[in-house]
């Protein structure tokens, strides 16, 4: 329990502080914000009271204050390409790409880890020399492109898989049938080539490693077999391993911006695209808070996780 207030602890400043950089960041950035909804020969008077309506005719201590009230109640603002609530918006998108990245996170830890565990438990073999040349592959490919190879394989030539959208209506809801999950098996399986190649090289070097050491040659000798020698490199790796995935969850949560814009998967990347082009304040302001604060929530569930199978952790 301790720990865990301390933990919590640690994460509470630093979602402050990435509250602060994620707000200022967006206001320096140069262009004005309204020029989406104004028409191009406004008048002054219109234009300030655009100005006052969201807000941007007060100093930004005091507009950065407002939007941390609202925001602790919930309320983002309201989206100027839009006029919709944008928490509404936010997470309405954070659900599709919580999904995708999920799923991607999944395939990448069980295909990572089993390269992993093959590359590791038979080095300077030639599976040891397969396996990591598909994890450098993993992390070395441009993923967009990638996407867009697989797009041109499955879709326009197999025939097989949907190229792009949520759903085969186009209203982007989502429903768990056969016909929706299709439109996710292309995004997933893009993603995941990233989580594979970086589990895989970190589960090659943790299983290299613990076999090399002294415990392992003391259970060998006490007639254990190797069914029961993976289940201690197992364990011993599981700590490592399992912050590896939830960091990677944590990036494809905020980093999927490419993909899910070749799929036009309809998530926060696609979100934030859109924002960014229409110069959307509040939207692009409310985007970043929520997936900076899933990435530190997601840290804070790997830490305390961790305890739970390195108890060492804890006591350190």
């Given at each position: 329990?301790?720990?865990?207030?301390?933990?919590?602890?640690?994460?509470?400043?630093?979602?402050?502080g990435v509250s602060f950089?994620?707000?200022?960041?967006?206001?320096?950035?140069?262009?004005?914000?309204?020029?989406?909804?104004?028409?191009?020969?406004?008048?002054?008077?219109?234009?300030?009271?655009?100005?006052?309506?969201?807000?941007?005719?007060?100093?930004?201590?005091?507009?950065?204050?407002?939007?941390?009230?609202?925001?602790?109640?919930?309320?983002?603002?309201?989206?100027?390409?839009?006029?919709?609530?944008?928490?509404?918006?936010?997470?309405?998108?954070?659900?599709?790409?919580?999904?995708?990245?999920?799923?991607?996170?999944?395939?990448?830890?069980?295909?990572?880890?089993?390269?992993?565990?093959?590359?590791?438990?038979?080095?300077?073999?030639?599976?040891?020399?397969?396996?990591?040349?598909?994890?450098?592959?993993?992390?070395?490919?441009?993923?967009?492109?990638?996407?867009?190879?697989?797009?041109i394989i499955f879709s326009?030539?197999?025939?097989?898989?949907?190229?792009?959208?949520?759903?085969?209506?186009?209203?982007?809801?989502?429903?768990?049938?056969?016909?929706?999950?299709?439109?996710?098996?292309?995004?997933?399986?893009?993603?995941?080539?990233?989580?594979?190649?970086?589990?895989?090289?970190?589960?090659?070097?943790?299983?290299?490693?613990?076999?090399?050491?002294?415990?392992?040659?003391?259970?060998?000798?006490?007639?254990?077999?190797?069914?029961?020698?993976?289940?201690?490199?197992?364990?011993?790796?599981?700590?490592?391993?399992?912050?590896?995935?939830?960091?990677?969850?944590?990036?494809?949560?905020?980093?999927?911006?490419?993909?899910?814009?070749?799929?036009?998967?309809?998530?926060?990347?696609?979100?934030?695209?859109?924002?960014?082009?229409?110069?959307?304040?509040?939207?692009?302001?409310?985007?970043?808070?929520?997936?900076?604060?899933?990435?530190?929530?997601?840290?804070?569930?790997?830490?305390?996780?961790?305890?739970?199978?390195?108890?060492?952790?804890?006591?350190?």
């Amino acid at each position: 329990m301790i720990y865990l207030l301390r933990r919590i602890g640690y994460a509470l400043p630093i979602m402050l502080g990435v509250s602060f950089l994620c707000f200022m960041l967006v206001h320096i950035a140069p262009g004005d914000p309204l020029v989406s909804i104004l028409p191009a020969d406004a008048s002054v008077d219109l234009q300030q009271q655009m100005m006052k309506l969201y807000g941007f005719d007060r100093p930004w201590p005091v507009q950065f204050a407002q939007w941390i009230w609202r925001a602790l109640h919930g309320d983002l603002g309201t989206s100027i390409a839009t006029a919709r609530p944008v928490t509404q918006e936010v997470f309405k998108a954070v659900g599709n790409t919580f999904m995708l990245a999920a799923l991607a996170t999944l395939i990448g830890f069980a295909f990572g880890s089993l390269f992993g565990f093959v590359a590791g438990y038979f080095r300077n073999s030639w599976m040891d020399r397969a396996a990591s040349f598909i994890s450098v592959i993993g992390v070395s490919l441009p993923h967009y492109w990638l996407g867009m190879v697989l797009v041109i394989i499955f879709s326009a030539k197999l025939m097989w898989l949907p190229a792009t959208g949520a759903g085969p209506d186009g209203s982007g809801l989502w429903k768990w049938d056969v016909e929706h999950v299709k439109y996710l098996i292309l995004p997933a399986v893009t993603m995941s080539f990233i989580p594979m190649g970086i589990v895989a090289r970190t589960v090659r070097a943790l299983v290299a490693d613990i076999l090399s050491q002294e415990f392992v040659i003391g259970l060998r000798a006490r007639g254990l077999g190797d069914f029961g020698v993976f289940r201690h490199v197992v364990k011993n790796c599981a700590p490592t391993a399992l912050a590896v995935m939830g960091l990677q969850l944590g990036y494809l949560l905020g980093g999927s911006i490419l993909i899910e814009t070749v799929f036009s998967w309809p998530g926060t990347g696609f979100l934030l695209n859109q924002a960014i082009f229409q110069r959307d304040l509040p939207l692009l302001q409310g985007t970043i808070l929520v997936l900076a604060l899933f990435f530190v929530g997601l840290n804070l569930i790997v830490d305390v996780l961790q305890t739970l199978f390195d108890p060492r952790i804890e006591r350190a």
